[in-house]
């Protein structure tokens, strides 16, 4: 069973950072796609960056210049340091494990942008 524990949201004024990790726990295989997705109140969820177990990384257009997505492999870790924060990246950002066989999901955690 693999778990995936996020932490590191809050409350953060306009042009502020956050930094959000995650780590997984369980049986991974070692190729995979860690990444965080987010969703707001009445929005779709939506990814916002993605990285491979090799370093590649993928980011939204929202998300790009302004976030960072990392991975320690050994640790089975991901980490988003966001920022320049706007309040429309106020939501809840759930991390997510990708393998061949499915995927894994957070409880998320609330990240609250202030203007």
């Known amino acids: 069973q693999v778990q995936l524990v996020e932490s590191g949201g809050g409350l953060v004024q306009a042009g502020g950072s956050l930094r959000l990790s995650c780590a997984a726990s369980?049986?991974?295989?070692?190729?995979?796609?860690m990444g965080w997705y987010r969703q707001a109140p009445g929005k779709q969820r939506e990814l916002v960056a993605a990285v491979t177990s090799r370093g590649s990384t993928n980011y939204a257009d929202s998300a790009k210049g302004r976030f960072t997505i990392s991975r320690d492999n050994a640790k089975n870790t991901v980490t988003l340091q966001m920022n320049s924060l706007k309040p429309e990246d106020t939501a809840v950002y759930c991390c997510?494990?990708?393998?061949?066989?499915?995927?894994?999901w957070g409880k998320g955690t609330l990240v609250t942008v202030s203007s």
């Open positions: 369980g049986s991974i295989h070692s190729i995979n796609v």
């Open positions: 997510n494990l990708h393998v061949s066989g499915g995927d894994y």
